[in-house]
């Protein structure tokens, strides 16, 4: 059973740094794409930022260009979200999903994808 599991959200000041990551596990093939999302309240839900494990190729939202970086750890099937001078606009629940398809395809939430449970990140002004 693949499983996703997100950490590393909380509280943080305008300017502030967070860094979440995502835990994948039961994956049988590693050639697939994780992509992190986000929803704020009253708003739907949008990708972030996503990277294919195998290549490297990386997506990224345009608002968040410049300011979050995605990696992979393949030895730890974890894949990192470092997140600089957030924004209050930033403040959501952040998701983590994978499959297969190109970073920009999953972005779009292509049927198929594996969640994880969410994490909030709430930036103060």
């Known amino acids: 059973e693949v499983r996703l599991v997100e950490s590393g959200g909380g509280l943080v000041q305008a300017g502030g740094s967070l860094r979440l990551s995502c835990a994948a596990s039961?994956?049988?093939?590693?050639?697939?794409?994780v992509g992190w999302f986000r929803q704020a309240p009253g708003k739907k839900r949008e990708g972030v930022s996503c990277i294919k494990i195998t290549e490297g190729r990386i997506y990224y939202a345009d608002s968040v260009k410049g300011r979050f970086t995605i990696s992979s750890d393949n030895a730890k099937n974890t894949v990192y979200l470092e997140m600089n001078n957030l924004k209050p606009e930033d403040t959501a629940e952040y998701y983590c999903a994978a499959g297969w398809g190109d970073p920009a395809s999953i972005a779009t939430m292509q049927p198929g994808l594996v969640w994880g449970q969410g994490t909030q990140v709430t930036v103060s002004s």
């Open positions: 039961g994956f049988t093939r590693d050639d697939y794409t």
